[in-house]
C-alpha cells in the first residue's frame, strides 16, 4: 500500500501544487471559518487522487499488480487521514502560536471530525461510481449535512443543552462510527466497479 | 510444472460480446501469440488471466495456481503485465514510477530497471505525459521486466510503434524466454511480429477460438495453392482450409500433406494462413 500512497502523494503534489498550498495559508490564518475551509478542502484530497486515477486509467494497471481491492481502498482513507491530519495540525499550531485568533483546539479538532465524516459518507460513492456522479452526492451530503446540524443546534439551544460540550464529545464519535461503516462498504463497493 | 497457463471452457458474457469456451494452453518457457482482429476478445482474454474481471465459468490456472485463489494476488509479483496503454499518471517521471513500483513489486530490482530505462534511451526526470507513444510502452515494458516475472502477458504492447522501436521490444522479449522458466503470452493483431518470435499461435475470432498450434508445424503443414475454378474440385475436399476467389483463379489454402505435388503448393505467411481461417469464418 505504501506505493500507492507514494503515487497518489506524488500526483498531487505535482497537480494540486497550488491547492495544497492554499490549504496551507489558510491553515495558518488563525480564523476558525478558514482554518475549517482548509480541513475540510484536504479531507476532499482523495476524490482528487480518484479523479486523476480515472483520467490515467490507473486503476486498470493496479488491477494487475499484486494490490488487493483492501489496499486499493484502504489508500485512498490513508491520504485522506494523512491530510486531515496535516491541515489540523498546521491550524492547531497557528492557533496556539499567533495571537488574536478565534479558533480554539477543540473547534479544529471538531472540524477535522466533521471533515472525516464527510469523506467516509461520500467515499464509498466516489469509489463505486467514479468521481463525476459521486460529486453529486457530495453536493447533496454537504447540503443534508449543514441543514440537519443547523436543526440539531437549535433543538440542543431550545433544550438548554451546552452545544460545545456536545459538539466536542459527538463529533469523535461520530467520525470513529462514520470511518468504521464506510471502510467495509467501501471494499465492497469498489470491487463491484469494473474497469 | 508444465504449464504457464491454462484456461479450461472458459467463458464471459457482455451484453454485445461473448467469448465462448475458450481453452488455452501455454506451455512453460514458449511464447504464444494470441491473434485476432480488434474486439476479437483478446483484452478479455488478458484480463480474465488476471482476474480482473469475473467469468461467467471454467477455470484459469496461472503458474500452477487458480486464479481466483487468495495465493494469486502474491503470485502476481511474478506476473508482468503490459496493457495496449501504459497508464501511468500522467505527470510522474521513470524515476518516480520506479520508486512507486519498488513499493509495490516485492522482487523489484532498481538496477535492471536503470538498465532498461537507459537502454530505451528514456529520459529519467521528464513527465510521463510528454513521452511519445513508443516511449510510453517502453516504459511500462520496463517496469513489467524489472520485478522478475516468471509470465510476461502482454495486450497489444507494439502496435501502433514504428517498426525499429517494435524491433528492439520484440528483442527484450526473445531475451527473456531464455531462461526456459519463462513464458510470454503476447496479443497482437500484428502477425508478422508474432510471426517473429512466437512459438504457439492462438487465432481468437469473434469471442472463439479458430485454432491454437505450434508455429512451425502450423507453417509446414499449410500451403497455398493458385489454381483455376475447374481445378479446384480436384483438391480432396478435406485438404482446403480456407478459398479465395477473384476473377482471375482461386487461391486456396490447403492442408500440403493432402495435396499432390502437382499443384505446386507455395509456403503460406503467417498472415496468409490467419486471413485464409478469418475469411472462412466469415463464411460459415
Known amino acids: 500500500m505504501k506505493g500507492l500512497l507514494l503515487k497518489d502523494l506524488y500526483v498531487l503534489t505535482a497537480q494540486m501544487r497550488f491547492f495544497l498550498v492554499l490549504i496551507l495559508l489558510f491553515a495558518v490564518i488563525p480564523s476558525y471559518s478558514m482554518s475549517g475551509f482548509a480541513i475540510i478542502y484536504a479531507a476532499m484530497l482523495p476524490y482528487t487522487s480518484i479523479a486523476y486515477d480515472e483520467r490515467s486509467k490507473w486503476d486498470q494497471l493496479a488491477g494487475m499488480m499484486p494490490y488487493s481491492i483492501r489496499q486499493v481502498v484502504l489508500s485512498k482513507f490513508m ?20 495571537p488574536g485568533g478565534k479558533a480554539s483546539p477543540a473547534s479544529l479538532l471538531t472540524a477535522a ?58 463529533a469523535p464519535v461520530l467520525a470513529a462510527a462514520a470511518n468504521l461503516i464506510s471502510l467495509p462498504i467501501s471494499f465492497r463497493a469498489y470491487a463491484r466497479r469494473s474497469f | 510444472m508444465n504449464n504457464a497457463i491454462e484456461l ?24 504464444m501469440g494470441l491473434v485476432g482482429e480488434n474486439g476479437a476478445g483478446k483484452s478479455t482474454t488478458l484480463r480474465l488471466i488476471m482476474n480482473t474481471i469475473t467469468r461467467d465459468s471454467g477455470e484459469i490456472t496461472v503458474l500452477g495456481q487458480d486464479n481466483r485463489s487468495d495465493a494469486f494476488r502474491e503470485l502476481k509479483n511474478d506476473i508482468g503485465v503490459v496493457l ?25 530490482d532498481e ?32 517496469v513489467a521486466l524489472s520485478h522478475s516475472p516468471r509470465l510476461l502477458l502482454l495486450d497489444e504492447a507494439t502496435s501502433g510503434l514504428d517498426p525499429i522501436i517494435r524491433d528492439e521490444i520484440l528483442e527484450s522479449f526473445s531475451e527473456f524466454t531464455r531462461d526456459e522458466s519463462h513464458s510470454v503470452l503476447l496479443s497482437s493483431h500484428i502477425v508478422s511480429d508474432l510471426e517473429k518470435i512466437c512459438d504457439y499461435i492462438a487465432f481468437l475470432h469473434r469471442g472463439r477460438l479458430v485454432l491454437c498450434e505450434e508455429k512451425d508445424a502450423l507453417l509446414e503443414g499449410c500451403a497455398i495453392v493458385q489454381c483455376t475454378r475447374a481445378q479446384l474440385s480436384d483438391l480432396p475436399e478435406e485438404a482446403v482450409l480456407g478459398i479465395d476467389q477473384s476473377p482471375y483463379g482461386v487461391r ?9 505435388p502437382v499443384f505446386s503448393p507455395e509456403k503460406p505467411t503467417l498472415e496468409d494462413i490467419i486471413l485464409f481461417l478469418a475469411k472462412g469464418e466469415e463464411q460459415r
Open chain 1, 79 to 98: 491520504l485522506g487521514y494523512l491530510c486531515v491530519a496535516i491541515a489540523t495540525a498546521v491550524s492547531l499550531l497557528s492557533a496556539l502560536v499567533i
Open chain 2, 111 to 142: 538496477a535492471t530497471y536503470a538498465g532498461y530505462v537507459d537502454r530505451f534511451a528514456l529520459p529519467w526526470k521528464q513527465r510521463f505525459k510528454d513521452f511519445s507513444r513508443g516511449m510510453k510502452m517502453k516504459l511500462a515494458i520496463a
Open chain 2, 252 to 260: 486456396a489454402l490447403v492442408r500440403r500433406e493432402l495435396v499432390s
Open chain 2, 8 to 31: 479450461s471452457h472458459v467463458t464471459k458474457t457482455y451484453p454485445t460480446f461473448t467469448l465462448q469456451d475458450l481453452s488455452l494452453t501455454l506451455p512453460t518457457g514458449c511464447i
Open chain 1, 113 to 170: 471530525c466533521v471533515a472525516l465524516t464527510i469523506m467516509a459518507v461520500t467515499l464509498p460513492f466516489m469509489l463505486r461510481f467514479g468521481v463525476e456522479r459521486g460529486r453529486m452526492l457530495f453536493i447533496l451530503v454537504i447540503v443534508a449535512a449543514a441543514c440537519s446540524s443547523m436543526t440539531a443546534m437549535e433543538a440542543l439551544n431550545e433544550s438548554g443543552v451546552a452545544l460545545p460540550q456536545v459538539l466536542a464529545l459527538g
Open chain 2, 84 to 108: 495496449d496503454e501504459a497508464y501511468f499518471p500522467e505527470v510522474l517521471n521513470p524515476r518516480q514510477v520506479g520508486q512507486v513500483m519498488a513499493q509495490t513489486y516485492t522482487r523489484w
